[in-house]
């Protein structure tokens, strides 16, 4: 089961410069096939499909755990391309005008089409994720040697995105990316030790480039969020403590387990697109459920 919070793991700055082709590369990181989709799925079928658990629960934990964080960046990176897709084109209600027709030029149109100028599970050139990216053999070292190739691929991709947009609002959720994701990396580096005893850590960073090299990953770094593997759980998963200790390969400081989730954000809200039919449904009015919330006691506005 999954616990859902209506929160974002961080906060998503407002863009300076909304861009459609700037939400399109930023697509590559949710459904390309390094991106966020892959990891969450990879990770879920490999929790769901892990056999003799009693014997090595902590591997499973680990797995387990990780899983649960990649929803949440799934979530994160669709809103980075939303708020960046916002105002984008002319809002209002007459269609006459093209109120879509700057969408001619964007590499992505399926934002403009195929949704609500909004996210879709597809990568930077408009294919959709597949679950062909998923790989989950039954077999705990080559799905661990997997999973550390899988979060080395996405942090070259996350660090290329980085150089391609420029505006605050992808940079941040990217620096936030490398260093959660660079947690990943070095848990299944960690992981790998434990199970063969080979040194899975003398490897790292792949690529070659240290996260203080990106102003807003640093922030996360300093705030020690590249030690803590949360378990996403508020009882579960607490062996992944028995993989996750020791010291960080980047830094040397103690690597550590905690017990549930972060506090997190609120999340963007989205501004309606009339242009678009977005969310539609004009004519409902609110004071319906005003009135409702008002009777049963719950808080409602509008």
């Not at 934990?61 to 960046?84: K, M």
């Not at 996750?244 to 501004?271: A, I, R, S, T």
């Not at 005003?290 to 409602?300: P, S, T, V």
Request: net charge negative; with cysteine.
């Amino acid at each position: 089961m999954i616990l859902k919070m209506d929160r974002l793991p961080i906060e998503l700055p407002t863009p300076k410069n909304p861009s459609a082709n700037d939400a399109a590369v930023i697509q590559e990181l949710l459904g390309g096939k390094f991106g966020e989709m892959s990891t969450l799925m990879n990770y879920t079928y490999q929790s769901f499909n892990f056999r003799g658990r009693k014997k090595i629960r902590p591997f499973y934990d680990v797995i387990s755990s990780i899983a649960g964080e990649e929803y949440g960046h799934v979530e994160v990176v669709s809103y980075a391309i939303n708020l960046l897709l916002t105002g984008t084109t002319k809002r209002g209600f007459d269609p006459t005008v093209g109120p879509l027709s700057d969408a001619a030029n964007w590499r992505n149109t399926h934002h403009a089409i195929a949704s609500g100028q909004a996210s879709l599970p597809m990568d930077s050139m408009g294919h959709y994720w597949t679950g062909q990216n998923v790989f989950s053999s039954g077999n705990l070292k080559l799905d661990l040697l997997h999973n550390f190739f899988l979060e080395c691929g996405a942090r070259a991709n996350k660090m290329r995105a980085y150089e391609t947009v420029t505006d605050p609002t992808a940079r941040t959720m990217v620096g936030y990316l490398l260093v959660r994701g660079g947690l990943h990396v070095v848990a299944y580096a960690k992981a790998l030790e434990k199970l063969t005893g080979v040194e899975m850590t003398k490897l790292l960073p792949i690529p070659e480039l240290s996260n203080d090299a990106f102003p807003e990953a640093k922030k996360f770094m300093e705030q020690k969020m590249h030690l803590s593997l949360y378990t996403f759980s508020p009882d579960d998963y607490q062996q992944a403590a028995l993989i996750w200790n020791g010291p960080h390969p980047d830094d040397g400081q103690e690597c550590f387990v905690v017990q549930g989730g972060m506090e997190g954000y609120p999340v963007p809200d989205l501004e309606e697109e009339p242009q678009l039919n977005a969310p539609g449904g004009d004519d409902f009015d609110p004071q319906v459920f005003a009135d409702m919330a008002k009777k049963i006691g719950i808080k409602y506005e509008y």
